[in-house]
């Protein structure tokens, strides 16, 4: 299956996306597990993760255990 649509007025052309069923889960490399929790100053979790991870503790916070989410606060 494929979607096109229009993004936006000024955007000229058309996106089309291909959408494809899930097949497999396959876990990360260990190195990479929990990185933001290991590594929370480097750039990649301060500029990409941290910013979505406190929209979603904003918009979620009512399905995040205690723990999680003091664990969490300590990043901020």
């Known amino acids: ?3 096109s649509l ?3 007025p000024e955007f000229e052309g058309t996106i089309i996306t291909k959408i494809l ?3 497999t889960f396959r ?3 260990k190195p990479y597990l929990d ?3 290991k590594e929370p100053s480097k750039p990649f979790c301060q ?3 941290k910013p979505k991870l406190k929209e979603l503790v904003t918009r ?3 399905h995040i255990s205690p723990e999680r989410e003091a664990q969490l606060a300590q990043l901020y």
């Open 1 to 3: 299956m494929s979607v």
């Open 6 to 8: 229009r993004v936006c």
């Open 21 to 23: 069923l899930f097949q």
């Open 27 to 29: 876990l990360n490399d």
């Open 35 to 37: 990185y933001y929790y």
């Open 47 to 49: 500029n990409v993760v």
């Open 60 to 62: 979620f916070h009512k």
